[in-house]
């Protein structure tokens, strides 16, 4: 079954490469700012990782050659590509999950999958989680025990907050997203952004991912 279901997300991925090569790249880059056309890429940088959008085949390759691109981080992208709106813009108001546009469906896998991971992950590990978002240049924030703002890409920051363990709670997290999230890509999307940014961080922590992860790589 999990074999059946990546082979789904790679068929995916092969659906949205040919849908690139349809669109308009000047557009596209109107709307993206961030995008970049160099050495026959559209560039584009997901929580700090540099990756490349083929102009040719519409393949996604990582470039800072430490890895392939897995398909959640090309389905984020391709995404991304695809459902910006025309004159989407950072509205700087910031919310959980379940508030935006048309996300109460997804909530209760988006706890189970996203924040109870990110919890238990960093659970007794507040350290590691700090000195991960620093390696992403991130911006401390002063809510929880560890609080930063990172970009997941540069239109879309997010912030993470983190109460660690004690002897009568166990460990907490949430994320939230500025309220034009679901204007610069697809809702479900902000499920695959959210988790691949606590992956991010777990592996930038060289920590591994505790709880039920969705896993689409």
């Known amino acids: 079954m999990a074999e059946e279901r990546t082979s789904n997300y790679i068929k995916l991925c092969d659906e949205w490469a040919e849908k690139f090569l349809q669109m308009e790249k000047k557009e596209l880059m109107n709307r993206l700012p961030e995008l970049k056309e160099e050495d026959g890429y559209l560039k584009i940088t997901h929580f700090g990782v540099p990756f490349g959008i083929r102009l040719d085949n519409g393949r996604i390759d990582r470039l800072d050659g430490r890895a392939k691109a897995n398909t959640t981080e090309m389905l984020n992208i391709y995404t ?3 459902y910006v709106k025309e004159n989407a813009f950072f509205m700087d108001k910031w919310v959980p999950f379940a508030d ?4 109460r469906p997804f909530g209760p896998a988006y706890k189970i999958g996203v924040t109870d ?3 238990a992950t960093f659970s007794g590990h507040a350290k590691e989680l700090e000195n991960a978002f620093e390696k992403l240049n991130g911006l401390r924030l002063p809510l929880g025990d560890v609080g930063y703002q990172i970009d997941a890409f540069s239109c879309e920051p997010m912030q993470f907050y983190f109460w660690d363990c004690d002897d009568e709670f166990e460990a907490q997290a949430n994320i939230l997203f500025d309220y034009s999230a679901t204007d610069f890509n697809h809702v479900e999307s ?4 959210a988790e691949m940014g606590v992956r991010r961080l777990a ?12 896993g689409m790589s």
Request: glycine share 12%; aromatic share 8%.
């Open 80 to 82: 991304l590509l695809g």
């Open 100 to 103: 935006l546009r048309n996300a």
């Open 117 to 119: 991971v990110f919890a």
């Open 190 to 193: 902000a499920v695959s952004t």
């Open 203 to 214: 592996e930038l922590a060289g920590l591994p991912l505790k709880g039920k992860v969705f």
